[in-house]
């Protein structure tokens, strides 16, 4: 093995020309992350910097190629030959140093420069044609945090306020009023000492006691949330709450703490998306998402929300929660055994009670199934929205919606899914909510640019070969069939962005025969002779075969 041989050779040709770092590098033109960095950079003070766009392109092949940290991915672009040239450094050339990218992401590239790397890549897949956001898939996934689940304190916080609160507030005092209650008073507001409180002493106490709330906190990383579900392990995470197109590419995503509920990060993630894209008619997310004040926040900006079916939580062996029906005439609830329950009251979280006759009750035969209060009334609530939720409901049965909730599997569940075996998001090493949350966008980023380099390089070379199918045996008689067939075949390929994936599937399959008839269309006479000689070997066949079979 001779190991200390010199060649002189371009580091162009050392790298594949269907490379992905190639394919990035036509996609896009980085010169754009000039414009979005000029601020940060002063033009007549200070040394020399490495270049900004070096800087970026080193933590996209972090994120494309899954690499764990910057100080390996440091390494790698000193050995990696692609990477080099990706770069624009030559074999011999320095390469920046990672604490270097390290520093410049930590203290000079701000959250709003990751935002608008975000935003560039998305207009430039939506100025090539393959962006459809007319239908939005939301859902979250967790990263576990850079956090010992030994070192956790007990503390209590104030609880956080509902963003919707004051508009809940009015809605439930107007209901309140029009069943001739009497208004609650606003908590918000400091009362007067000249006004006499007649709220009893253990009522103050429990609005007191329910402003708080009891919660995990990391000593390590204080930012990050403690999570748990079902059989998993407790641990310390983040999470990711996203938004995506029927193609996969990610419009959207707020990072939160891991405690923190889907539906409470919902607000944010839909008023960004819908914010950026007026035209999203359709809203599809899981049953987490199904709430009196989603469904209201969907329907009233006239979109719809297709969403699963959520099993309400109802005593266990009793009576089924379709036994008792509203009747919205006589605003009453009619229970199993055919009797009326009355309207009581609307509490503050805008769930109006209805309550039977205790004097009934006490004698109904199926009491065990219904209540087990010991003053033998039952009581059922309906949340003053629930008309949107029944909208919600409506839509689940209609043909499209419901199809559109089954893509979730290959949409939403599938960019989480490569993100985290593909682009090492299973965990983080950062720490603070401004780092994860940049590290979770540019993430996004490298995979939005992955799959938009790919798709357009395969449309160009779909292209190309339908190109030179066409033009250099056109008029032939003999191959004018197998052109009119790759024809067929590129242009269903070319409108690969609007495919199923099992359709991709056969359009892959089906690119070989491109290659083949070029070949051959380039072969000329001697592929006409080929096709005689062809024809003539079957006719001696077939004449053996009639002779054995007389």
């Known amino acids: ?6 060649e002189i050779v371009g580091i162009d040709s050392l790298v594949p020309k269907e490379h992905l770092l190639r394919q990035i590098d036509d996609a896009v033109d980085f010169n754009k992350l000039y414009e979005i960095v000029e601020e940060l950079y002063c033009e007549d003070n200070g040394r020399p910097s490495i270049d900004p766009v070096v800087l970026f392109k080193m933590v996209l092949i972090q994120h494309l190629y899954g690499l764990p940290s910057l100080r390996r991915t440091a390494e790698e672009v000193s050995l990696n030959v692609a990477y080099r040239w990706f770069l624009g450094y030559s074999l011999q050339e320095e390469t920046p140093h990672f604490s270097t990218v390290s520093y410049n992401f930590r203290h000079r590239f701000t959250t709003a420069t990751v935002e608008r790397v975000f935003a560039w890549i998305l207009d430039e897949i939506a100025e090539a044609g393959y962006l459809s956001p007319k239908a939005v898939f939301i859902d979250g996934t967790h990263i576990k945090a850079s956090a010992n689940t030994k070192k956790k304190v007990k503390e209590k916080i104030p609880a956080a306020s509902k963003h919707y609160a004051k508009e809940l507030m009015e809605e439930v005092n107007k209901d309140r009023e029009a069943h001739g209650k009497k208004p609650f008073d606003d908590d918000s507001k400091p009362t007067t000492p000249t006004k006499r409180n007649n709220t009893s002493k253990k009522k103050l106490a429990r609005r007191k006691k329910e402003k708080t709330r009891t919660v995990t906190r990391s000593v390590t990383d204080p930012a990050c949330g403690m999570f748990v579900k079902g059989d998993h392990k407790r641990q310390f995470a983040y999470e990711a709450h996203t938004a995506c197109d029927k193609h996969g590419f990610v419009l959207e995503a707020v990072v939160t703490p891991g405690n923190v509920h889907d539906s409470v990060a919902f607000d944010d993630v839909y008023d960004k998306v819908t914010e950026s894209f007026p035209e999203v008619k359709t809203i599809v997310a899981d049953a987490a998402y199904k709430t009196p004040h989603i469904c209201k926040k969907v329907f009233e900006d006239k979109r719809i929300l297709s969403t699963a079916y959520k099993r309400p939580q109802t005593m266990k062996g009793g009576h089924e929660w379709w036994k008792y029906v509203y009747d919205e005439y006589y605003d009453c609830i009619i229970c199993p055994e055919y009797q009326i329950l009355h309207y009581s009251t609307t509490n503050r979280d805008g769930y109006r009670e209805y309550k039977s006759d205790p004097k009934i009750c006490a004698q109904c035969p199926t009491r065990e199934l219904c209540t087990r209060s ?18 919600a409901d409506d839509a689940r049965y209609t043909p499209k919606y419901r199809d559109l909730y089954k893509r979730r599997k290959e949409t939403i569940e599938r960019v989480f899914a490569d993100a985290k075996e593909k682009h090492a998001m299973r965990y983080t090493q950062y720490r603070g909510l401004a780092q994860v949350a940049n590290w979770v966008k540019l993430k996004f980023v490298a995979m939005n640019l992955k799959k938009f380099a790919k798709w357009k390089w395969k449309e160009a070379y779909n292209l ?3 190109l030179l199918a066409y033009f250099l045996d056109a008029r032939n008689p003999v191959h004018r069939s197998t052109v009119g067939r790759v024809s067929r075949q590129t242009e269903t390929t070319c ?30 006479r001697r592929a006409e002779r080929c096709d005689h000689t062809a024809a003539s070997v079957n006719q001696l066949n077939r004449q053996k075969i009639h002779e054995i079979s007389l």
Do not use: N, P
């Not at 093995?1 to 010199?6: A, C, G, P, T, Y």
């Open 1 to 6: 093995m001779e190991r200390d041989v010199i």
């Open 374 to 391: 010991k003053d033998c009334v039952k009581t059922v609530q309906r949340h003053i929205w629930k008309d949107y939720e029944e909208l």
């Open 464 to 466: 190309l070969h339908f």
């Open 495 to 524: 409108k690969r962005s609007s495919l199923k994936k099992h359709d991709r599937k056969k359009v892959e399959r089906e690119d070989s025969v491109i290659s083949d008839a070029c070949d051959c269309l380039a072969a000329g």
